[in-house]
């Protein structure tokens, strides 16, 4: 489950959810942070970026972001504003933090590389406040981006189809989602259509092109990947990533 992630991938997959996703991570992340108050004190796990700093900021008195990869945190903070705390460390070997420092915890699509889910989520428990949150939004178990495990498996030959793709779902909802559910006092989960929809071949290559399944299941330079993804689309008529989107809601 090693991270292997480039700007430029992951912009660009946020830049392809933002235009073409059917419901977006920000109405999701709205709906959490109704639960909110005024003058929180949020830390953002796996913050990459900080695509979603400025709606975190909108509730935060404090806003802490942590990633683990410096260019991602370089990115941010080049367009950050006064007031966000920005470090660099594992999400496995957080920083020390007084019990009960946050009054809400995200994870956006990156808590499900934590090697010690068991650890990670004992310790995010005691970050929080008494009556604080935990929000952890990631890919659904069922309905995952089954277009981009065809293109796997029919176009690309190598390392062998989607195996590090089930590592993190696996990871995900075998252990991380059932581990929240028995520490936290209450935990919801809900599944929401965020499904992308492209208006060309050449869109829907680019942003298959960008995943880290793709990546990691190929051998094939960058132009010759995009070539057969655009080539594979026209084909099977193939502009829809299908993806369900898992937002856990706990509270402490
Ligand atoms: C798909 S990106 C999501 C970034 C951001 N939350 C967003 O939604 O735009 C996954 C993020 O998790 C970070 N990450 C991966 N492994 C990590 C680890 N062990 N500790 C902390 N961050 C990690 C990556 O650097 C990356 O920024």
Redesign the pocket.
């Known amino acids: 489950m090693e991270?292997n992630?480039s700007v430029s991938d992951?912009e660009n997959r946020?830049r392809a959810h933002k235009r073409f996703s059917k419901t977006s991570?920000e109405k999701v992340l709205k709906a959490c942070l109704d639960h909110v108050h005024n003058n929180s004190k949020i830390l953002d796990l796996?913050?990459?970026?900080g695509?979603?700093y400025e709606l975190f900021a909108s509730k935060a008195q404090c806003y802490v972001g942590?990633?683990?990869?410096k260019d991602?945190l370089q990115e941010f903070s080049c367009k950050r504003q006064q007031g966000a705390l920005l470090i660099n460390?594992?999400?496995?070997a957080l920083p020390v933090f007084q019990h009960g420092s946050f009054d809400a915890i995200f994870s956006?699509?990156?808590i499900y590389?934590?090697m010690r889910p068991v650890d990670l989520v004992k310790n995010l428990h005691s970050l929080l406040s008494d009556d604080g949150y935990l929000f952890v939004v990631g890919p659904s178990k069922s309905t995952h981006a089954v277009e981009i495990n065809e293109f796997c498996k029919k176009i690309i030959v190598g390392k062998g189809p989607v195996v590090k793709k089930n590592v993190r779902i696996d990871n995900f909802h075998s252990k991380i989602v059932p581990e929240i559910f028995r520490r936290f006092s209450t935990a919801n989960l809900d599944e929401v259509d965020g499904s992308l929809y492209f208006p060309s071949s050449e869109e829907w290559a680019k942003y298959v092109c960008s995943t880290p399944q793709v990546r990691e299941c190929s051998d094939l330079h960058a132009e010759e990947l995009l070539a057969r993804a655009t080539e594979y689309s026209e084909t099977n008529n193939c502009l829809l990533v299908s993806k369900y989107i898992t937002v856990v809601t706990a509270r402490k």
């Open positions: 991270y992630e992951l946020i991570l796996g913050c990459g970026s695509n979603f942590i990633d683990i990869s991602l460390s594992s999400m496995d956006v699509y990156s590389y934590t």
